[in-house]
Each structure stands twice: as structure tokens, then as C-alpha cells.
């Protein structure tokens, strides 16, 4: 898949679970959002990590591992016909993840790790860096040359808050705008921008109700795309419960966004 196939005139959802729970929860989490993005009018990209490596605590859940996790991964790719993305946190995992998705995505922590970065870069597949928490908007032009350098012109930005104190992240809706002027597609994603890094001890705190006012501030902007971590029953989940989308609230929440993206679109821009 090339960037420009990904990335148009309709918005871009890339939604699911923040990270695989069971082969089974997956599978109905693809199948149901499937449905609803194709009721949305949405492109659909899955999403969900096979290996959530940067837990708050050493004991917390982190998946089932890269073997096991891109097999499920597969599975959903091909007989849904949907394409996947999962985040890669070092660069031994990067060939056997490219031979699964179709995206491979840059944690936030690891956006300035330039071998990681090229090395994705490299397999040719589409990436998706998101902003560190630590960055200026600005300072993403560098992270885009680095995918730039190997020949590679498939990658997009992802914006997910910006550290603000302890415990604590704040969204610059600037950033949407600026990074969109380097000439890359640009995702908001909603959720993660919401959290609450480790506000609970052990665990990232969130605050779920906030999401949908700031998706309707980001797809103002003008942005390609929206990242959703989308769950079932969120207070459940065994990552990012406290943040992630209710997946019965999904369809009431595109229904606005998509008409707000079609109205931005076809009169700003």
C-alpha cells in the first residue's frame, strides 16, 4: 500500500484495541468496526499492539508477543480484507513485522530513536511516527527526513498531546496545521491525547468523556485522519482502560466528525 492510497478525500479512522487481548477479542473488535466505518463512510485501518513494551509497571499486560500477535494480525488482515497496524519497538522486530503490516508505526517515546525510524523506513512499508510527548511540532521535519533518506516517501504524522506537568498532557491544535504544511498526511489521535501517563500509580489514568470534543477540534483543522483506541468495555480493557472509546459510542461520534471533516474540507480547503 503507497501513501496516496491510504490517504484522500474521506477521513482515515485507524481504530482498535489498544493492545491484542485474545485472537478471539480481535477479531470481533475488526469485524464490528469494519461495520461501522463502512456505515461512517470511513477508511479503515486496525489497529491494535502484539506487544505493549512501554507498560507503566513491570507486571502489567503486555500482549501476546510478536509471534503470536502478528499471526492474529494477519488473520484479520486477510480474511477481512482490512489493513493493520501495530507499533515496533526495536529494530529486530521490524523485517518479521513488515511481512504483516501494512503500516508500521513509531511509538511516541521512540520518535527520535533515528535507527528504529530508518530501519522501518527501509521495508518500504507506510509509516506512522507519532510526536513525542517531549517534541515541538516543528521539530517533526527531522523524523520525516530520516524516512526520507532511505527513498521511502510513505509516512505520516500522528499528533498525541504534549507533556504538560506531571501526569498530565495537553493537545496545541497549532501542531495539526503545522506539521500538515511538511507536505505528510497528519492523524489526531483522540485518545491518547486524553490520558493521564501513570496518574494511576501503576497504571495511565485517563479521561474518556474528553475525547469527542477534541476530535471535533482536530478534524476543524483540517487533519487526513483520526487514531481511536476503541474497546468494548473500555473499564476492562487490559491497557489504557481509561482512556480508550466505548465502542457502542463510536457510531453517534463519527456520524458528527465525518460531517464536520466534509464541511472543512470542502469549504477551507
Not at 485522519?225 to 465502542?247: T, Y
Request: charged share 25%; net charge negative.
Amino acid at each position: 500500500m503507497e501513501i496516496n492510497q491510504l490517504f484522500g478525500k474521506e477521513l482515515v479512522l485507524i481504530a482498535g484495541p489498544c493492545v491484542i487481548e485474545s485472537e478471539d477479542h480481535a477479531w470481533m473488535m475488526a469485524t464490528e468496526l469494519k461495520r461501522i466505518a463502512a456505515e461512517a463512510g470511513v477508511k479503515l485501518v486496525f489497529k491494535a499492539s502484539y506487544d505493549k513494551a512501554n507498560r507503566t509497571a513491570y507486571d502489567s499486560f503486555r500482549g501476546p508477543g510478536l509471534e503470536v500477535g502478528l499471526a492474529i494480525l494477519k488473520r484479520i488482515k486477510t480474511e477481512l480484507d482490512l489493513p493493520v497496524i501495530s507499533d515496533v519497538h526495536c529494530v529486530t522486530q521490524v523485517e518479521a513485522a513488515a511481512e504483516v503490516l501494512d503500516i508500521i508505526q513509531i511509538p511516541a517515546f521512540l520518535s527520535r530513536q533515528t535507527d528504529l525510524v530508518v530501519e522501518a523506513a527501509r521495508t518500504g512499508r507506510i509509516v506512522n511516527i507519532k510526536k513525542g510527548q517531549f517534541s515541538a511540532p516543528e521539530d517533526m521535519r527531522n523524523a520525516i527526513e530520516k524516512v526520507y533518506s532511505t527513498g521511502n516517501r510513505n509516512v505520516f504524522l500522528t499528533e498525541r498531546g504534549v507533556s504538560f506537568g506531571y501526569n498530565n498532557l495537553v493537545v496545541d491544535m497549532r501542531a495539526l496545521p503545522i506539521m500538515r504544511a511538511m507536505g505528510v498526511p497528519v492523524v489526531f489521535d483522540g485518545t491518547h491525547s486524553v490520558q493521564r501517563p501513570a496518574g494511576l500509580g501503576k497504571a495511565t489514568g485517563g479521561d474518556r468523556e474528553m475525547v469527542p470534543y477534541l476530535c471535533r477540534a482536530a478534524v476543524a483543522t483540517g487533519v487526513d485522519g483520526l487514531f481511536l483506541e476503541v474497546h468494548d468495555q473500555p473499564e476492562l480493557g487490559k491497557s489504557d482502560a481509561a482512556n480508550m472509546v466505548r465502542l457502542s459510542e463510536l457510531p453517534g461520534m463519527l456520524k458528527v466528525l465525518v460531517k464536520l471533516d466534509q464541511i472543512i474540507k470542502s469549504e477551507v480547503l
